[in-house]
């Protein structure tokens, strides 16, 4: 495979990222969603100030079993562990198959009614903060 | 060599900055007749390229789309020495300002703030009372197209926001129940976000992605809606022009300014009168680059308070966590809801002063970057989904801005030797809290503890003031507010205050500041709604004092 990251690299990355993120009750693991492939590289090509850390943490870890490499990471270098975690969770989290899993369509639109009656004035939410009357302090004096 | 603009004839008014406070500076001004110019040193921001409706949302505002400037880096920033301050700051540099990122929560300020002296025996009072100001908190609230809902009982009556308010969600009702527990004040928020079309705005779409880039054309940006009026009654915008120093002639009058187009070519502007926008740390950074043989310790500085008294309004949250499914990736985001409880001055508490709080959506699963050196087995491995289980689409904050009070130590300074991409000396910022404002925070923080477990939390986080200033230029602190006020106070003695009640100098007659650098204090309150009012009043009435201006020949 080719991209930004050589093949070791990327394999290191992959086997890292099962480690950040398991398999856990009805989630996948990360290599199971792809994070180590084509959103690999969207990610490091939109946040190209992202590549010198991470790669950085990579090249630690390269050839050393995943996740004592990656605990011995985050004591050594916690800012390179840091950085590969956030680009494995960004790739995870942009999934369509886990956004569904755990319930997010994204930031979607939403559209409203502003015409429609707001339930805090229907169902008297708001009714008794508009009771208590006012809370603020007058101007002590007008200005000349 | 620096070059007159090509093309350019003596200004009436040369604006400096095209945020907030100068395009509603440059919309009046054009409006009724006035030949103006304004020199923006960023570009016009393309609207399409916003990531809010893409996956890579969330990735993108930790840099690109950050409120930051020092974590955006862009070429049309500029660097702010943070390295001594306890806050972090928050500005854009474009056509449209602050606005194009800022959090749209259009807020009054209360009737004490204007009197703090007189009701607290703190800091000074303004010049003016609210009741003076409210007409034109009115009128930009019409300008604007805030939602909202009228009868806060938090501030006199008015005529409330002219759209009808943006719906609370699950967030705020949830919120709302625990206040109304506990009998505490909150009341659905105004924003600066249509509720339905408004002159060319879209309605709002809860999408959340308020402060990085509004996709739905919802937010109320000032290149949208005052700039075009502006350009229609003749505004001349000049984009990328870094504006170098104030000029002025030997009679201590203003006549322009120095400018750096983005070839690198020295440019100069003149004008009859000038009018600097360019926030509470811009404006003090280019008055005190002004320096000259009749103002050698910068421009308009005679009281020595240009970039005293700087305030960035402190800010903590606590976050609750739920069992119940709140959704609370979605908008406005923006805020639902306020609270105006512990506003107002109770000694007994130990501090002066307050708070407003807000409810702020929880976003997305993302979140802001992981913290480095967190114990491995609390942030990875089983815990990381954990973690989102137990925080994702459950969590949303009681936001607390405390009100800064001034103090002549925190201040902006010239940096020795950080300068931004033109070699013009950036800004250095000194600031550390004061002991009020950490009594504030401690008493607000376990007050909204209190409602978040009265609205059913079952745990909550607590984010006290920010301490690690290492965390400034990362996208780590993307929650972090620092509002730029009080750098150039208003005030009606020339030995106390930078500028007058109208924004004008005392030092030099042509010579006025329209932005946040003019406030006397900073009220607990998001600040764009008052300085767009504060630059309104005095707009109108240079307006109407045209013919008695001193300008420069």
């Known amino acids: ?144 | 060599m620096v070059s007159v603009n090509k093309g350019s004839k003596v200004a009436e008014v040369l604006i400096v900055g095209a945020g907030p406070s100068g395009l509603v500076a440059a919309k009046h001004l054009t409006q009724s007749g006035f030949d103006v110019v304004c020199l923006e040193q960023g570009e016009r921001v393309d609207h399409g390229s916003y990531w809010g409706d893409k996956p890579e949302f969330e990735l993108m505002i930790q840099k690109r789309w950050h409120p930051n400037p020092n974590v955006r880096d862009l070429e049309s920033d500029y660097p702010v020495n943070t390295s001594e301050s306890d806050v972090p700051i928050l500005m854009y540099n474009a056509v449209g300002g602050t606005s194009i990122v800022y959090g749209a929560h259009w807020q009054r300020f209360m009737p004490s703030d204007f009197r703090v002296q007189t009701l607290d025996g703190v800091a000074d009072d303004w010049p003016f009372t609210y009741e003076d100001l409210a007409p034109y908190y009115d009128e930009m609230e019409a300008e604007i197209g805030v939602s909202g809902l009228g009868g806060d009982p938090a501030l006199p009556a008015g005529k409330g926001p002219p759209l009808p308010a943006l719906p609370i969600g699950r967030m705020g009702r949830k919120a709302a129940e625990g206040m109304n527990k506990l009998g505490w004040h909150w009341w659905p928020a105004p924003n600066s976000i249509a509720s339905r079309s408004f002159e060319g705005r879209n309605p709002c779409a809860l999408r959340g992605t308020c402060r990085n880039g509004c996709v739905e054309g919802a937010k109320a940006t000032f290149d949208v809606t005052h700039l075009p009026a502006a350009l229609k009654h003749g505004l001349r915008l000049v984009a990328g022009a870094r504006v170098r120093e104030i000029l002025v002639n030997d009679q201590g009058l203003a006549t322009g300014a120095v400018y750096i187009d983005r070839n690198g070519r020295e440019r100069r502007q003149l004008a009859r009168a000038v009018i600097v926008c360019c926030n509470g740390v811009g404006t003090p950074r280019l008055l005190l680059n002004s320096k000259s043989s009749l103002f050698p310790d910068g421009l308009a500085n005679s009281s020595g308070l240009v970039g005293r008294n700087l305030m960035l309004h402190p800010y903590s949250t606590v976050v609750g966590h739920f069992d119940d499914w709140l959704e609370s990736w979605l908008g406005p985001a923006g805020q639902p809801i306020q609270s105006m409880q512990f506003y107002e001055t109770d000694t007994s508490r130990g501090f002066v002063r307050g708070a407003k709080w807000h409810v702020l959506p929880g976003g997305g699963p993302l979140g802001g970057p992981p913290a480095p050196g967190r114990p491995f087995d609390e942030a990875w491995g089983p815990a990381f989904h954990q973690n989102r289980d137990r925080i994702f689409g459950r969590s949303f904050e009681w936001g607390i801005m405390a009100e800064d009070l001034p103090e002549e130590a925190n201040r902006v300074v010239l940096d020795p030797e950080l300068a931004d991409s033109d070699g013009i000396p950036a800004a250095k910022i000194i600031y550390d809290y004061s002991e009020n404002t950490k009594r504030l925070s401690e008493f607000h923080l376990a007050r909204a503890k209190e409602a978040m477990e009265a609205a059913g939390a079952t745990s909550v986080t607590v984010r006290g003031l920010m301490t690690d200033r290492s965390e400034h230029n990362t996208g780590a602190s993307l929650r972090a507010t620092g509002h730029l006020m009080g750098t150039c106070k208003m005030g009606n003695d020339p030995r106390t205050s930078v500028v007058n009640q109208w924004g004008r100098s005392h030092d030099v007659p042509n010579l006025f500041v329209y932005d946040g650098s003019v406030f006397v204090t900073s009220a607990g309150f998001n600040p764009t709604g008052t300085i767009c009012a504060v630059a309104l009043r005095s707009v109108k009435h240079l307006i109407a004092d045209r013919r008695n201006m001193k300008v420069a020949a």
């Open chain 1, 1 to 144: 495979m080719s991209g930004i990251i050589d093949d070791e690299l990327r394999e290191t990355f992959v086997a890292v990222a099962d480690i950040l993120i398991p398999a856990y009750g009805a989630m996948p693991a990360a290599s199971t969603v792809d994070v180590g492939g084509a959103p690999l590289d969207r990610i490091l090509t939109l946040r190209d100030d992202l590549l010198e850390t991470f790669i950085r943490g990579l090249a630690a870890m390269a050839g050393k079993e995943p996740e004592g490499a990656a605990r011995a990471l985050n004591e050594s270098d916690p800012g390179a562990l840091a950085t590969i975690g956030l680009v494995a969770s960004a790739a995870y989290y942009m999934n369509p198959r886990v956004m569904q899993l755990i319930g997010y369509p994204g930031q979607e639109r939403r559209p409203i009614d502003p015409d429609a009656p707001s339930e805090y004035l229907q169902d008297g939410l708001l009714q008794p903060v508009i009771d208590r009357g006012p809370i603020y302090r007058p101007t002590p004096e007008q200005s000349t």
